[in-house]
């Protein structure tokens, strides 16, 4: 178990836009950063860091939090596992405590999972490094295939012995479970059976974009034409590989840096590329592009170059990956190698500078790309020419921006030798068929659950008690510790018996004019998270204590830190307007918080004692069939004419706090 010792200098060490900056591409918003949500699909930025506060908020998603829950959140790191990556990336010595037999096995399946990937990752990686048939066999491949030892290292590539249960007896005898190495594809278990899956090949860990190990890719070296050449972990829970790009661990800074991504298909490809000093590469390893892969991408970068080899053929079959792209709203660029060449082999051949000067100069566009690919085909055939006009038309489509649309409409055009008015005729009519086509699925689904709908839609009705309970915990975290001139009014008659209302000024903490407040009405959150809040600052309080909003994001209850997070980071949403920009002026809490303490209060106030008068209406009706139902009923009027008279006291306090 990690020390408290250990926990609090990870705390006071890292920093969330540096932890964050790994993995989402941040750009400078006044005193806070912005990007791209991780967890949606969203082209304007919604998800905002600050560094003052030490904590994010994604607003499409409405999580948020430190750098201890984003790890979380976006790797399903355990809360021990973030504090040990933390630990590491800021070079901090992690002090253990004993752990009990019950702590050890609350250890879950998902987290089992990964330390056991780990574990393959080493020895197969130590195998390749140090046995004799892994030097002379693994090794001796790289090396043929041109890596270096560095590059070998790098990408921790690593070689299974060619024998059948080498490295599952290996893990059982450190005492890892069948059940994880069955689970993560690393054994296969048929009946009393187990063998390793990878046994003879070289392998190529993928990693997940922090580092975690989260399958492998196998390489046979046997030229036996009835064994696949290569061989994929199988899904799991913590590999998918529609969901994740070989290499992105190595390229994610890379690639923020040089604010591209080249897009190449095998790992061979991306090691190379690597050697010869382009880092911003990763791949999708033989499989067909998908949305989630490109929006890894795009939390990095917008912008994507696809790099294609010679074969003709693999080129058409890969140009739907271009539409996914530019579905997604980013933008691509192709880069196609001479015939026979592929990313590898060109590597190779050329030096750091000809690569370099070879990729900046032959990227092309998409539309002088499938211009310059099919043009051949058309000939002199005014059909087949009018057929790759729509084609190239139809990717345009795809395209979210209009203005963008409207641009490579006007290039294709003069690519093409068209008049715009046809193209954009052409474009609006696939707009129509697409919106049609996306009505008439509406309409089908529509269709199918309206009965259900009509029973089970209802207008979700506005909890205003909880938005004031929010809002109140939320002025207690930011400004609890302000001192403020308060305004009571009291009400005064006469001598002709009108009422008026007299201004009384008193100074007072904010955190102690909230408390006494709801302490005299006796009023408690309905909100359990809420109310935990609260009586923990009314604690420190009491024990005059002053607290930080960090007592709270670093609270060692994550619900608790993550609900923190998120009403801290409430009040930076509007930097996301760029208000600053467009010469709005957004007027501060605090030159108006004895307005808004007093506001709030006098609105929950209010808010209960209407589910109090309501609650004695409801009473009366049930006391019908009671013997002393007129004494009760009359005792409840009471009640009810006394709530009513503090109804409009309040409301006229509130007219004057309002004006």
């Known amino acids: 178990m990690i020390s408290r010792d250990t926990i609090d200098k990870v705390f006071e060490t890292a920093r969330v836009e540096e932890v964050i900056g790994d993995f989402v591409q941040l750009k400078k918003a006044g005193s806070n950063y912005k990007g791209l949500s991780p967890f949606s699909d969203e082209r304007t930025p ?40 933390l630990a590491r990336k800021y070079n901090i010595e992690i002090e253990e405590t004993l752990q009990t037999d019950e702590q050890k096995e609350q250890a879950d399946a998902r987290e089992s999972m990964y330390l056991v990937s780990e574990f393959a990752k080493n020895y197969f990686h130590e195998i390749l490094l140090n046995d004799e048939k892994g030097k002379a066999i693994g090794f001796s491949y790289f090396k043929e295939r041109g890596f270096t030892d560095e590059i070998i290292k790098k990408f921790e590539l690593g070689y299974a012995l060619d024998e059948w249960t080498a490295f599952t007896n290996a893990a059982l005898e450190k005492k890892y479970e069948i059940e994880f190495l069955e689970k993560t594809g690393l054994t296969i278990v048929k009946d009393t059976k187990q063998f390793d899956r990878f046994k003879g090949r070289v392998l190529f860990p993928i990693h997940s974009m922090s580092g975690r190990i989260l399958g492998f890719g196998g390489r046979t070296l046997k030229t036996d034409k009835n064994v696949a050449k290569y061989l994929n972990s199988p899904e799991s829970e913590i590999y998918h590989k529609s969901k994740i790009l070989y290499g992105i661990y190595q390229a994610k800074q890379s690639i923020a840096k040089q604010d591209n991504c080249y897009l190449v298909e095998g790992y061979t490809d991306v090691i190379s590329m690597n050697q010869s000093g382009i880092e911003n590469v990763v791949a999708s390893s033989g499989t067909a592009l998908t949305p989630d892969q490109i929006r890894l991408i795009n939390r990095l970068t917008p912008n994507i170059t696809v790099l294609f080899d010679g074969d003709a053929a693999g080129i058409r ?28 082999s060109f590597a190779k051949k050329n030096s750091e500078e000809d690569l370099k000067e070879f990729l900046e100069n032959n990227a092309m566009d998409f539309i002088q790309f499938k211009t310059s690919l099919l043009i051949k085909d058309t000939a002199n055939d005014p059909v087949k020419k009018a057929s790759l006009i729509r084609e190239i038309v139809l990717s345009i489509s795809k395209i979210p921006n209009n203005i963008q649309r409207e641009v490579y409409i006007q290039e294709c055009a003069k690519i093409m030798d068209i008049s715009e008015e046809v193209l954009f005729k052409e474009l609006a009519q696939l707009s129509r068929k697409a919106q049609k086509q996306g009505q008439q699925n509406a309409h089908q689904i529509d269709s199918g659950f309206r009965g259900v709908k009509k029973e089970t839609q209802k207008i979700k009705k506005i909890d205003q008690q909880l938005i004031l309970e929010r809002e109140i915990i939320k002025i207690l975290l930011l400004y609890g510790n302000n001192k403020v001139d308060f305004i009571d009014y009291i009400v005064e ?29 006796e009023i408690e959150f309905t909100n359990d998270i809420f109310q935990k809040i609260y009586f923990e600052i009314i604690h420190r309080l009491n024990q005059e204590e002053k ?40 007027k501060s809490k605090e030159e108006s918080l004895q307005k808004l303490v007093s506001d709030v209060i006098y609105r929950l106030r209010k808010i209960l004692i209407v589910k109090k008068i309501n609650a004695l209406k409801d009473e009366m009706v049930n006391l019908e069939e009671e013997d002393d139902f007129e004494n009760k009923r009359i005792e409840n009027l009471t009640l009810v004419k006394d709530y009513n008279n503090l109804k409009i006291l309040i409301s006229d306090k509130l007219t004057v706090v309002v004006d």
């Open 46 to 85: 919604s998800f905002m860091v600050s560094p003052v506060k030490q904590i994010w908020k994604d607003f499409s998603t409405g999580k948020g939090g430190n750098a201890i829950s984003f790890l979380m959140e976006h790797e399903h790191y355990s809360y021990p596992e973030a504090i040990r990556f």
């Open 317 to 344: 079959a890969s140009l739907r990956g271009i539409d996914l792209i530019l579905e997604q709203g980013m933008n691509v660029k192709v880069i196609s190698f001479p015939e026979g060449d592929d990313p590898d």
């Open 493 to 521: 008659y006469d001598d002709e018996g009108k009422k008026k209302m007299v201004k009384e000024v008193y100074e007072n903490l904010v955190s102690y004019e909230i408390y006494s407040h709801l302490q005299e009405d």
């Open 547 to 586: 607290f930080t909003t960090e007592t709270f994001t670093q609270h060692e209850d994550m619900v608790l830190g993550q609900a923190v997070s998120s009403l801290i980071m409430d009040e930076e949403k509007y930097v996301l307007s760029d208000w600053d920009r467009k010469e709005v002026v957004v």
